[in-house]
């Protein structure tokens, strides 16, 4: 037997990217399979579920979900350590971690399936991996068939007429506040990557693949730009910094997107799950958001509850996490 891990994925995944990109920080020796008609049938064998990515195991034992993903072979490859020493660090990392994934998807579902350019792009895109040796009628079929499904599902992410300004605006506002915080430093807590990084860049990867929100990365924040390059294959480049040392700079993200957005957003789906109701309105930054709820954001956000509960003292990152406004949600 091998020591050779299987990674079934699709470049159009972010957390698929997510979890190679983890892979190769990790040199941990693995195989990126392409999962379409080609390897269905090896896929089938592991996956429990129909999605990427899927992680088979040297054992042949099949992992799904990103965040368990790299939780389980943080535990079986420990370093370089994706978590910063600083507790404060490590747990808004871990903050980051659970926005990039569901906040974050919200940026780059919406952009790629709201306007023409972009459908056409990566309905194109997923096509062609689809059927890679297809005559181009085929191709053409299959591009209309992804474009029409696609493009009917983005109530999933919240992603309609009434809420598309508030996703823009924030995508926008994040660029900005990334750019100002990856000026001096290569990754998201200094010289290395850390679990939040690996998160929110298969978002800003992915969306950067796509016209409309690529052209924005690439017209107003070079500084994100570097960064998603970098962590196609991430390496240490020095140490994590301390809490005080990043706060200027990322707490203004903690706050103006996770405190005021992401927090009140994910713990009133919470809670629509849990009042069994179809649909759930709530204020964010001052404006209505509505849409279906989503039982896999309400499970996820109680696996971050359990993590905060489990922290030992949390004094420090209870002041932190009050003045972002994320301690309320955290507590619930």
Known sequence: MDNIYRVFGAELSPYSVKVRSYFRYKTIPHRWIVRNPASQGEYQKYAKLPLV??????????????????ERLEARFPEP?????????????????????????KW??????AREVDQLSAAGRIARMM??????????????????????????VGSSAENAPRIEDSFRETLALLEAHLGNRPYLFGGRPAFGDFALWGQLYNAWTDPTPGAIIEGRALNVLAWIQRMLFPRPEGDFESWASLEPTLAPLLERQVGRLFMPWTAANAEAIAAGREEFTVELGGRKWTQKPQKYHARSLGALREKYAALADKRAIDAVLERAGCLAALRA
């Not at 088979?56 to 368990?68: R, W």
């Not at 059927?131 to 009917?152: H, K, L, N, W």
């Open 81 to 105: 350590s994706i978590h910063p020493g600083d507790p404060i660090a490590a747990f808004v990392s871990v903050l980051i971690e659970e926005f990039g994934d569901e906040w974050g998807n």
């Open 53 to 70: 990515p899927l992680v088979v195991t040297p054992d042949n034992e099949g992992i799904q979900d990103s965040t368990p993903i790299i």
């Open 108 to 113: 780059m579902f919406h952009y790629r399936w």
């Open 131 to 156: 059927m890679p040796d297809a005559p181009e009628e085929q191709v053409s079929a299959m591009i209309a068939q992804v474009r029409g499904r696609m493009t009917g599902r983005v109530w999933f």
